[in-house]
Nanobody
């Protein structure tokens, strides 16, 4: 099993930045990549970004790609999401997730392991 623990969420103002962290423990050698999803109130959980241990990166779209940066540490057990120029519409619970299959995966159902989530609130 793999355990994921997110940190770094909080309340910020529009235009501010936040850096989320996700630490993996347990059978981390079994995972190939880690990513971030978010779920706003009343909405479905959506993909934000993912990074494989080889270094392949995928973002959900240009808006995220231009403002967010996903990275990992050299131990391949911690992933970060640097978020800049946040806007109130991005208020959500941000979840860290991990998967074991090869390649870059963005589908929610392919992620086997999930963290509990960290709340990010952006005020206008």
């Amino acid at each position: 099993q793999v355990q994921l623990v997110e940190s770094g969420g909080g309340l910020v103002q529009a235009g501010d930045s936040l850096r989320l962290s996700c630490a993996a423990s347990g059978r981390t050698a079994s995972i190939n990549a880690m990513g971030w999803f978010r779920q706003a109130p009343g909405k479905e959980r959506e993909f934000v970004a993912t990074i494989t241990w080889r270094g392949d990166i995928q973002y959900s779209g240009d808006s995220v790609k231009d403002r967010f940066t996903i990275s990992r540490d050299n131990t391949k057990t911690t992933v970060y999401l640097q978020m800049n120029s946040l806007n109130p519409e991005e208020t959500a619970v941000y979840y860290c997730a991990a998967y074991s299959i090869p390649g870059v995966v963005t589908g929610l159902g392919e992620y086997r392991y999930w963290g509990q989530g960290t709340q990010v609130t952006i005020s206008s």
